[in-house]
């Protein structure tokens, strides 16, 4: 079994594989179950998209990160995923098809969330060749080489108001040309089994020689809130907020914020905020039992974002960070306190994940008809 690479990632690119060093080795394709989906991941952080996904049916040939903590958390979870560590600038020169031993067209799906970059528009038409150098390009050349059954693109909400729309609408415009069937819908997690208001967009593809017409998935009749989920959480590391701000936050009832602290300390505390009017209802928020989190930040200290726990004056801990993100109580999470705070924060909740993963399959499973 091949050792991890463990210098950084400035140094040297780390390649973590199950069995060998050469994927073209790794017997992925053909040893499958039966009736099982194939994807492959890049931006794969610590794994929530992909495991949401291999819940609900798919085998994960390949995950892609850079970030050496989130690849090692993505090793260290499941021994079988074949993880490369390194910049996808340099993955999307390889031949992936030869590697992995696969045919053009047959993996099931591609998944990833590339970061929200803006285009330069002057005198460009805007296909593929103009977005170089922005992660989504590379995502996009990915797609273009291996022309899989359907992808799956998740990304922030604000994605659809970027630069007027024009983001977006330059995105679908390259995954049109490319071959695709391309929908896009804003989707709260809360409304799939997460106890989290998180709104992010999935854009879903679907390559345009197959007659099938893929459906978002339902939401759920019942909407899950803290004290469904934070429940003898295991003990873990968790950050604490200094003794000038705990002490406003003892002031700060179950489902308050800055808003129901008294005037003199509000005053002091929101600073210039204070006189700004509206909003500003994450500043020295107080999570309630009977509501689910705001959306989970890389820090829980955040000013601007801040979530306290229900009855106790501190931030949610590593744990109840994952429990919320709907992550397993045995997913460990590799690194320093702060990279782990990150690496949750930034992941896509398992249970919106496999929600998403089961409408997939089941529009794949017309083409395997």
């Not at 929101?270 to 500043?283: A, P, R, V």
Request: charged share 25%; aromatic share 10%.
């Amino acid at each position: 079994m091949a050792v991890a690479n463990t210098q950084t990632v400035a140094e040297t690119p780390i390649v973590i594989v199950p069995q060998t060093q050469q994927l073209s080795l790794f017997p992925l394709v053909r040893n499958l179950r039966k009736g099982q989906f194939t994807n492959i991941e890049l931006f794969a952080g610590a794994g929530g998209l992909a495991l949401g996904l291999e819940e609900a049916g798919f085998n994960s040939l390949l995950l892609n990160d850079f970030d050496k903590d989130a690849c090692l958390t993505l090793q260290k979870n499941n021994k079988d995923w074949n993880v490369v560590c390194d910049d996808i600038a340099n993955l999307t020169g390889r031949d992936l098809l030869q590697e992995l031993d696969l045919e053009k067209g047959e993996l099931d799906l591609l998944s990833g969330g590339y970061p929200c970059q803006s285009f330069s528009y002057a005198g460009k038409r805007m296909g593929i060749n103009d977005v170089r150098g922005t992660m989504f390009y590379y995502y996009a050349k990915i797609l273009e080489q291996l022309m899989p059954k359907m992808f799956l693109a998740e990304n922030v909400k604000g994605l659809t108001t970027h630069d007027g729309g024009k983001t977006l609408d330059t995105m679908i415009k390259v995954f049109t040309e490319i071959g695709y069937k391309v929908q896009y819908k804003v989707m709260n997690a809360w409304d799939y089994g997460v106890a989290q208001k998180r709104e992010r967009v999935a854009i879903v593809g679907v390559r345009n020689d197959l007659d099938i017409k893929y459906e978002f998935p339902t939401p759920h009749a019942y909407k899950l809130v803290l004290k469904d989920i934070l429940k003898d959480v295991p003990q873990s590391i968790g950050a604490k907020y200094p003794d000038k701000k705990r002490k406003v936050f003892d002031l700060v009832p179950q489902g308050g914020c800055w808003r129901d602290l008294p005037d003199d300390i509000a005053k002091d505390y929101m600073k210039g905020s204070y006189f700004l009017g509206g909003g500003k209802t994450g500043m020295a928020r107080r999570i309630a039992w009977t509501e689910p989190s705001l959306t989970l930040t890389c820090s829980p200290c955040q000013r601007q974002t801040e979530r306290c726990h229900p009855d106790e004056t501190r931030p949610f801990t590593v744990r109840e960070y994952a429990r919320i993100q709907s992550f397993p109580d045995n997913w460990e999470f590799v690194g320093s306190m702060h990279s782990q705070y990150k690496q949750i924060g930034n992941a896509v909740p398992v249970n919106f994940a496999k929600d998403i993963g089961l409408s997939i399959i089941k529009t794949l499973k017309e083409v395997k008809k």
